[in-house]
């Protein structure tokens, strides 16, 4: 990785400097169980190296491309004011 302030290594590390956009979340309201859709873009197509949280609740990514992600909520995710 090269950088303005010097260059570094790390073995088993991918830096990249595209970022993932979300562009909707559907449905926005919904239970355990649910499955949600994702969509965007710059996503990895390789489910395991989406990683995606509701909260503080990390969510189970089950299908993956570049513009869509298919996640299921499996923990119940409490918000309080």
Do not use: C, H, W
């Amino acid at each position: 990785m090269t950088t303005s302030i010097g260059t570094a290594d790390l073995d088993g590390f991918t830096f990249s400097t595209t970022l993932p956009i979300i562009n909707s979340v559907n449905p926005r309201v919904g239970k355990i169980g649910d499955v949600v859709t994702i969509t965007g873009s710059n996503f990895s197509s390789t489910p395991s190296n989406n990683i995606v949280y509701f909260g503080a609740v990390k969510a189970t990514v089950s299908a993956a491309s570049t513009t869509s992600l298919t996640v299921t909520f499996l923990q119940e995710l409490l918000i309080r004011p």
